[in-house]
T-cell receptor, first 116, second 113 residues
Framework: DAGVIQSPRHEVTEMGQEVTLRCKPI?????LFWYRQTMMRGLELLIY????????DSGMPEDRFSAKMPNASFSTLKIQPSEPRDSAVYFC??????????????FGSGTQLSVL | TQLLEQSPQFLSIQEGENLTVYCNSS?????LQWYRQEPGEGPVLLVT?????EVKKLKRLTFQFGDARKDSSLHITAAQPGDTGLYLC?????????????FGRGTSLIVHP
């Protein structure tokens, strides 16, 4: 299995532009998570999906952020309009969500976003 | 306010030394996980502890879950340069049928040859 695949690996954009981050979870996993990592705040949960349905988006910082999961093999995180304070590494992760002892998040390599 | 506090934030040691990093919370979690993250990559799970007082060993790494399931420690014996990385603890709670890890800020470890 190729693991969780994120694209792009790096994104540099100007303030005000729309940014779309993409994620392909591991086949068969039914939970998908979007996290954001910064030095100041560490790894923050933005939103998670269970069986393609958004369960909790309370971590999404503002209405400028939106996430979709149209099918079991694809998710997007969109920022519109982007701002310099959105600069961070954005991670997608997926899991089987079976049992507490076996639960394991598989992370992608992340998207390094820089908003100028 | 961080739900999980990790200490120390940074640690720089020589090869062969022992070290312990800590993860503390005021919340009780269903389980607690430790991940290791290398530069340019996502975190990778090392271990999950579920029962209060549980101790797990992974080669030179020893993980302990506090009796009250609010804190945990990671001890590395005879550290090696390959242990360099960011060590993250994550408290797991259940919600909406999913298990949700909430992460601390991590301990950045550098082991010098």
């Amino acid at each position: 299995d190729a693991g969780v695949i994120q694209s792009p690996r790096h994104e540099v954009t100007e303030m005000g532009q729309e940014v779309t981050l993409r994620c392909k979870p591991i086949s068969g996993h039914n939970s998908l998570f979007w996290y954001r990592q910064t030095m100041m705040r560490g790894l923050e949960l933005l939103i998670y999906f269970n069986n393609n349905v958004p369960i909790d988006d309370s971590g999404m910082p503002e209405d400028r952020f939106s996430a979709k999961m149209p099918n079991a093999s694809f998710s997007t995180l969109k920022i519109q309009p982007s701002e310099p304070r959105d600069s961070a590494v954005y991670f997608c992760a997926s899991s089987l969500g079976q049992t507490l002892t076996n639960e394991k998040l598989f992370f992608g390599s992340g998207t390094q976003l820089s908003v100028l | 306010t961080q739900l999980l506090e990790q200490s120390p934030q940074f640690l720089s040691i020589q090869e062969g030394e022992n070290l312990t990093v800590y993860c503390n919370s005021s919340s009780v979690f269903s389980s607690l996980q430790w991940y290791r993250q290398e530069p340019g990559e996502g975190p990778v799970l090392l271990v999950t502890v579920v029962t209060g007082g549980e101790v797990k060993k992974l080669k030179r790494l020893t993980f302990q879950f506090g009796d009250a399931r609010k804190d945990s420690s990671l001890h590395i014996t005879a550290a090696q340069p390959g242990d360099t990385g960011l060590y993250l603890c994550a408290g797991v709670f259940t919600s909406g049928g999913s298990y949700i890890p909430t992460f601390g800020r991590g301990t950045s470890l550098i082991v010098h040859p």
